[in-house]
């Protein structure tokens, strides 16, 4: 009932910039969360940044100072700027959004498909 399409994956050199993108539709009434998690080769997966509706955001500390979130509310968009990528930030992004469905105010909590960012030295 709700895709999420990301985009903006890529190979990168050190040092250099990637923004992602997460596009939400379907039967959206209300979306409260966005973020970003990723699963590099032979890692766990983890939680990159997120942002609420209401603005707030939060990162890992391995990002801090070097990606940005953000949002359009009234796309249901959402955005990672990467900066000053490292060979350790390779691995697939996944975007996840979670909110609430018009039919009955039904919460959802859905993922997209990955995109890869790979970062070569």
């Known amino acids: 009932q709700v895709q999420l399409v990301e985009s903006g994956g890529g190979l990168v050199q050190v040092g250099g910039s990637l923004r992602l993108s997460c596009a939400a539709s379907?039967?959206?009434?209300?979306?409260?969360?966005m973020g970003w998690d990723r699963q590099g080769p032979g890692k766990q997966r983890e939680l990159v940044a997120g942002?609420?509706?209401?603005?707030?955001?939060n990162y890992a500390d391995s990002v801090k100072g070097r990606f940005t979130i953000s949002s359009s509310n009234a796309k249901n968009t959402m955005y990672l700027q990467m900066n000053s990528l490292k060979p350790e930030d390779t691995a697939v992004y996944y975007c996840?959004?979670?909110?609430?469905?018009?039919?009955?105010?039904?919460?959802?909590?859905?993922w997209g498909q990955g995109t890869q960012v790979t970062v070569s030295s």
């Open positions: 996840n959004a979670r909110g609430f469905l018009r039919t009955g105010l039904k919460d959802f909590d859905s």
């Open positions: 942002i609420s509706s209401g603005g707030s955001t």
């Open positions: 379907g039967s959206i009434f209300s979306i409260t969360f």
